[in-house]
T-cell receptor
Framework: GENVEQHPSTLSVQEGDSAVIKCTYS??????FPWYKQELGKRPQLIID?????GEKKDQRIAVTLNKTAKHFSLHITETQPEDSAVYFC????????????FGKGTKLSVKP | DSGVTQTPKHLITATGQRVTLRCSPR?????VYWYQQSLDQGLQFLIQ???????AKGNILERFSAQQFPDLHSELNLSSLELGDSALYFC?????????????FGPGTRLTVL
């Protein structure tokens, strides 16, 4: 089955700097890669996603890149702000997997003012 | 607000007991997924239902079961509870037509087993 590895497990940056979180996946059939942000004690919220027919997607300060050949995808946050502090999860799924998401273990991002 | 509701918000019970967690998906979503999140852990997929039928199972214990009713709400039943079952339990819903697998999470139920 699918396995998703996520790095780093913790990331600390200064406000205004960029943050990059990387994930690798194992199943070449995976075709959907969402990123979720989870604040302490709250629900995971979808912040951006990318499908396998696209190499990059941007939404304001957030971007995701996908390298299908290498089976990895990354989340880029520019001009970080203290409110970006949270745990970020990457995930992967394929149409054949009934849409089930396999999550990475998460990255705890701390943005210091 | 994702449109997915879960009740109760908190549940405190004792070892050996049985509890039921309830989830109502977003309007129009046919698929419901259940996840377990233990302290400082990631999201472990438990089980999926689509339009009343079980579609996929993940790391779900035999002591746990679920169902989805004709009105599409779902219940997760946890029995013979152990201390290690203490966790946040999330459900998520999705339209899950072919290729559309965005999942929207409910606020979760925090289960504490004493």
């Amino acid at each position: 089955g699918e396995n998703v590895e996520q790095h780093p497990s913790t990331l600390s940056v200064q406000e205004g700097d960029s943050a990059v979180i990387k994930c690798t996946y194992s199943d070449s059939a995976s075709n959907y890669f969402p990123w979720y942000k989870q604040e302490l004690g709250k629900r995971p919220q979808l912040i951006i996603d990318i499908r396998s027919n696209v190499g990059e997607k941007k939404d304001q300060r957030i971007a995701v890149t996908l390298n299908k050949t290498a089976k990895h995808f990354s989340l880029h946050i520019t001009e970080t702000q203290p409110e970006d502090s949270a745990v970020y999860f990457c995930a992967a799924s394929s149409t054949g997997s009934q849409g089930n998401l396999i999550f990475g273990k998460g990255t705890k991002l701390s943005v210091k003012p | 607000d994702s449109g997915v509701t879960q009740t109760p918000k908190h549940l405190i019970t004792a070892t050996g007991q049985r509890v039921t967690l309830r989830c109502s998906p977003r309007s129009g979503d046919l698929s419901v997924y259940w996840y377990q999140q233990s302290l400082d852990q990631g999201l472990q997929f438990l089980i999926q239902y689509y339009n009343g039928e079980e579609r996929a199972k993940g790391n779900i214990l035999e002591r746990f079961s679920a169902q989805q009713f004709p009105d599409l709400h779902s219940e997760l039943n946890l029995s013979s509870l152990e201390l290690g079952d203490s966790a946040l339990y999330f459900c998520a819903s999705s339209p899950w037509t072919s290729g559309d697998n965005e999942q929207f999470f409910g606020p979760g139920t925090r289960l504490t087993v004493l």
